[in-house]
């Protein structure tokens, strides 16, 4: 099967100062990767390689199989990735879900969930449109819809 997220020897940082060196992890298709450390030990730094953020210096990232290491921030959303960082940065009176739908351009994109599917060419999902991807199936597929119905404020960001 292939992997949902693959990391291969992905190497990163700010500057000319490295931060990640050399991360490969695999996640599978409806996996889910705790990602902990103390502050300073390069999470939040890791999860902005694989969006494209900050540069790979070296190594790849992959996403169903398809080497997606140059593609910036907006084409890798098109292809479901997305950050969340952990500042307060929700519409605290809304629901989780509401605010996951801000950042899609119609009710029917959240809606849809994730209609890629395994016959879509690598080359294909780079160009589809960002607004044609949605987190709605997924999120609730993985929360079994008992999460996304809270208030934001209610839920734990940390």
């Known amino acids: 099967m292939t992997a949902a997220l693959?990391?291969?020897?992905?190497?990163?940082?700010?500057?000319?100062?490295?931060?990640?060196?050399g991360v490969s992890l695999q996640i599978a298709p409806g996996e889910i990767l705790a990602l902990v450390g103390?502050?300073?030990?390069g999470k939040s730094s890791l999860l902005k390689t694989i969006l494209a953020?900050?540069?790979?210096?070296?190594?790849?990232?992959?996403?169903?199989g398809c080497d997606v290491t140059?593609?910036?921030?907006?084409?890798?959303?098109?292809?479901?990735?997305?950050?969340?960082p952990q500042e307060q940065a929700l519409f605290q009176d809304l629901s989780v879900r509401d605010n996951l739908r801000l950042g899609l351009a119609d009710d029917r994109s959240f809606e849809l969930g994730w209609p890629m599917?395994?016959?879509?060419?690598?080359?294909?999902?780079?160009?589809?449109?960002?607004?044609?991807?949605?987190v709605g199936r997924r999120t609730e597929d993985a929360?079994?819809?008992?999460?996304?119905?809270?208030?934001?404020?209610s839920v734990s960001s940390g």
């Open 38 to 41: 103390k502050n300073g030990m």
């Open 6 to 21: 693959e990391l291969i020897g992905v190497t990163s940082g700010y500057g000319s100062s490295p931060v990640v060196h």
């Open 143 to 153: 929360d079994r819809g008992t999460r996304t119905d809270r208030r934001a404020a």
């Open 70 to 84: 140059r593609l910036p921030p907006h084409r890798k959303r098109a292809l479901g990735l997305a950050y969340a």
């Open 117 to 134: 599917s395994a016959d879509v060419s690598c080359a294909d999902r780079a160009t589809v449109p960002a607004s044609r991807y949605a």
């Open 53 to 64: 953020f900050l540069p790979v210096w070296d190594g790849a990232v992959r996403i169903d």
